[in-house]
């Protein structure tokens, strides 16, 4: 009887994290001393950081006593933790966030159900959820709550609402101004061009100035917009003109053979548009639109020299309160991991796209 040999694995050091590490960090001599040099500074610069951010550190809520000792004093943060939420909100109406944060956190784990994913009521529900949550937080009309005007509105929240504002409208700004520019219509062509190069030609503080400063001298002296919508919308015309060259790229990146199929089918313009143009040139610009986004979120800090008052800002501003005076390393440290925390989950999510939609 013939002996039956069995399959053998292959050998730890060349497969798995061992085999990794070694092909990559070890090997040739160059690279495993490279690696011995990262490793020493690595260690060099987090060591100070550890001791002084959990060894010497304190979570007492007394300034007094937390001068005591030599690291961080987290308790400034757990005292302060509304003011980074919120900045000034009013305490008493400071529910109105929570509700309005738990409101889209509900339709987040909806949407994160596989069988609720893609039903019309829960794409009518996300349509829905900035006009709730701009009524909750801001009141009036016909909610019967109190108003609470955007001078009020600051921290994180606000850093949020920008965000998602720009996002929210810049996207479809910027699909109709990368169809414009390749369009076949020397106006309309002329137009959106004239008006991507134009924007992406200056920075965006200076887009803030004009929203903030400038744009209130052509408007009658009886209307005055508020400070916070001429922050959404400088900052939506600024990424809009950048969105719509990553969707320009899409489109330039589709074959002629899936406009000829449409045409054969008898597909009108935006029929053809829709169903067959769009899909494939989004899903091919996932990556540069995410990392747009990611853009926009961070770039929100810069409203802070149109007076409002960010999570950035706010950081700033918590530091000069006498009880917790000069405490900006844990200010900017806090700060600095929720950016990293929001960026990370919009990175993540767009692997997640990218794969979801790579076999299709």
Known sequence: MADIIHD???????????????ANLLFPWYNALL?????????SAVKPFIKWAIVNATITL???VAKEYSGAAWGFIRDMWPVFMVGIYPEEHRWRPAVA???VLSLIMLTLVRKFRGTNWLYTLWGLSPIAVFLIIHGGLFTGLEVV???????????????????????????LLALGRTSDMPVIKSFCVAYIELVRGVPLITILFMASVVLPLFLPTDVELDKVLRAMVGITMFFSAYLAENIRGGLQGLGKGQYEAAD???????????LIVLPQALRIVIPPMV???????????????VGLVDLLQIAFATTSNPKWFGRLEEAYVFVALWYWILCYTLSRYSQHLEKKYASK
């Open 264 to 274: 054969a089918i008898g597909m009108g313009y935006w029929q053809k548009t829709i």
């Open 291 to 305: 990392n747009n986004f990611i853009g926009i979120l961070k770039d929100t800090s810069l409203v802070g020299i």
């Open 35 to 43: 690696t011995i040099v990262a490793s020493w500074a690595i260690y």
């Open 62 to 64: 007394d300034p007094t």
């Open 8 to 22: 053998r694995r292959p050998p730890v050091t060349k497969t798995g994290a061992l085999g990794w590490i070694r």
């Open 101 to 103: 944060l738990l409101i």
């Open 149 to 175: 005007d955007t001078h009020y509105w600051g921290g994180l929240m606000l850093t949020l609402i920008l965000a998602s504002v720009a996002m929210l409208f810049a996207f479809p700004i910027s699909v």
